[in-house]
């Protein structure tokens, strides 16, 4: 137990020492380093800063609660102690066996994991997303997505649960490969049906419109040889600001997904919703400007009837005059300041080439089979790890102590061995796949450069980072075992260096 106990909180420490070095480059980096001046403006480096300093505060807290909470959980025996109240709570259903106890024990801290993660929630979207400008989401939205999210994956994580216990109690003593092609199996399944199934239930897809930008897309998977199907856009601006782009499908069927908040105005569906609003802005501009030629008119009219009136009737007139001129002033300044908005809107976002880089990025990921690799990987690390599991199955010594004195159930097996005895492999595992990660996005980025798309995808880069208050700097030692992405400025480095 204790050994175990030392291993996790050594790597909550190492991992809060390397937050801390990142917090430090936040703090110290005041200016904009010299190879991005020009690039990023100083007022969004300093937006950047704050929100990634506010960020870094919020996660070391939540990491310091998680750490503590199950910490508490290990020493105070809560295991043994839910596996016996899922227990008694089975007995009344007149079944007792591991599979379904063990499906009571999951169900049970996902309730108490779904309640005690909505404070935090609530924060980070409330009032971290929502002082940066990011979060999009009302109370309303909110509510009704924890639900959804909250059955989906109560349905999905017991059903997964009981089939996996079922499977190695059933497969003997070669049970781990059983496990495997199970997990396997699950994975794939997960992997074809959530696009179109599960993601349609949180967000809205829509076809991407033809034009200009579709034409162009579909001209680049041509040139490729890429079997693309669909071309979609997903409405993430009602969650988030934060935009991305991505690509999914199996063999010959590919869908090619760009979130709304990455394009400009005009080339985003338009769905009915907007459309009438808009119409509806037309309309009451159209009218304010009817009132007021309606107003000048009748000024004039009463201007001339009473060019023979006495003179305080003409200052009367006057005075109406420039009342009706500041009228007029500040409909035409109102209509000017929503074309500046409308326009600030369509800048918004990136450009058709930009766009085009950024998929010719994404597009390298799948010329260069790195998905496949990256499954291939953690299928063998699946089956690897439940191999290693075989050996402490058995070990009544490990479940003794942590409080299962009579016992061995399998779930609570798996929860020891691999959240705690792993600790020191998931560690190592997790740095190599961080490593590979980076090197497969240097890759996709030469890719692009290949396709004579370098410059337009250093500045789609640059506008990603704008917009979605990405730090351009890291400390070099934090980066290598947090960032899967490296940070605009060492992509914008490797970039020159290619094209140089």
Not at 360 to 383: D, M, Q, V
């Amino acid at each position: 137990l204790w050994p175990c106990l030392l291993f996790v909180w050594a790597s909550f420490c190492w991992t809060s020492y390397l937050a801390w070095r990142q917090r430090k480059v936040y703090k110290e980096s005041g200016t904009v380093p010299p190879e991005l001046e020009g690039v990023i403006k100083q007022d969004v480096f300093d937006k950047s800063r704050y929100y990634q300093l506010d960020k870094s505060t919020y996660s070391l807290a939540h990491s310091l609660y998680k750490q503590v909470e199950f910490l508490l959980f290990i020493v105070l025996g809560v295991l043994p102690f839910v596996w016996n109240i899922s227990g008694y709570i089975l007995s009344y259903t007149g079944y007792n066996n591991e599979v379904l106890q063990s499906v009571v024990f999951v169900q049970l801290f996902l309730l108490y994991s779904e309640v005690t993660a909505i404070p935090w929630s609530v924060y980070h979207v409330f009032v971290l997303e929502e002082k940066h400008g990011f979060n999009k989401q009302t109370a309303d939205f909110f509510i009704k997505d924890h639900i959804k999210s909250f059955v989906l994956q109560y349905i999905l994580v017991s059903l997964l649960t009981g089939g996996l216990i079922f499977v190695i109690k059933w497969g003997g003593e070669y049970f781990y490969v059983y496990a495997w092609l199970f997990v396997f199996a699950v994975s794939m399944i997960f992997v074809m049906t959530y696009h179109d199934f599960i993601a349609p239930l949180f967000d809205k897809y829509t076809p991407l419109p033809d034009g200009e930008l579709r034409t162009a897309i579909e001209t680049l998977a041509v040139s490729l040889k890429f079997p693309l199907t669909k071309l979609q856009v997903v409405e993430g601006s009602v969650r988030s600001a934060h935009s991305n782009a991505y690509f999914y499908g199996f063999g010959s069927n590919k869908v090619i997904v760009l979130f709304d908040t990455l394009l400009q105005d005009d080339m985003k569906p338009k769905t009915e919703e907007k459309e009438k609003t808009k119409n509806k802005n037309k309309t009451e501009n159209k009218e304010d400007e009817n009132e007021t030629e309606n107003k000048e008119d009748e000024n004039e009219t009463e201007n001339k009837e009473d060019e023979n009136e006495t003179e305080n009737k003409e200052d009367g007139n006057e005075t109406e005059n420039k009342e009706d001129g500041i009228q007029k002033e500040k409909v035409e300044e109102e209509v000017s300041m929503s074309e500046e908005k409308d326009e600030a809107k369509k800048t918004k976002g990136c450009s058709i080439d930009e766009i085009l880089a950024v998929l010719a990025h994404e597009l390298g990921h799948w010329k260069y089979s790195h998905n496949i690799k990256n499954i291939t990987i953690a299928e063998i690390n699946f089956f690897l790890s439940f191999f290693m599991f075989g050996y402490f199955m058995n070990q009544q010594d490990m479940f003794d102590s942590f409080g299962f004195n009579d016992s061995r159930p399998i779930i609570i097996g798996l929860i020891i061995v691999f959240e705690l005895i792993f600790t020191p492999y998931n560690f190592v595992f997790s740095f190599i796949m961080t490593q590979i990660c980076r090197m497969y996005e240097y890759h996709a980025d030469e890719f692009a450069q290949s396709l004579k798309r370098g410059p337009a995808l250093g500045s789609a880069l640059t506008k990603l980072v704008t917009d979605n208050l990405s730090f351009p700097i890291a400390d070099p030692l934090y980066s290598a075992f947090n960032h899967t992405h490296p940070t605009l400025l060492e992509r914008i480095r490797k970039l020159k260096e290619k094209q140089d």
